[in-house]
């Protein structure tokens, strides 16, 4: 027998983009707000030289699936 709810993930992975291009991945809990999952996406290491000292135009979450920052 199946057991489906141990089939389900209590986090998952979403990638980060700048300006649409993927600069890093990050892993958040499934409940966790949109502004928190924007915040650290900006935290990665890989996402903050591409952002530092630029405005930020637009923040797009897609929860469970992306991260979108376009900076200018």
Not at 18 to 36: F, L, S
Not at 56 to 72: M, S
């Amino acid at each position: 027998e199946v057991d489906s709810s141990k089939l389900v993930s209590d986090t998952f992975k979403m990638g980060v983009q700048v300006n649409g291009k993927i600069r890093g991945e990050i892993e958040t809990p499934q409940d966790m707000p949109k502004g928190d999952i924007v915040a650290a996406a900006k935290n990665l290491a890989s996402v903050k030289p591409y952002i530092d000292g630029k405005t930020i135009v637009k923040e797009i979450c897609v929860p469970g699936k992306i991260v979108n920052i376009v900076v200018k």
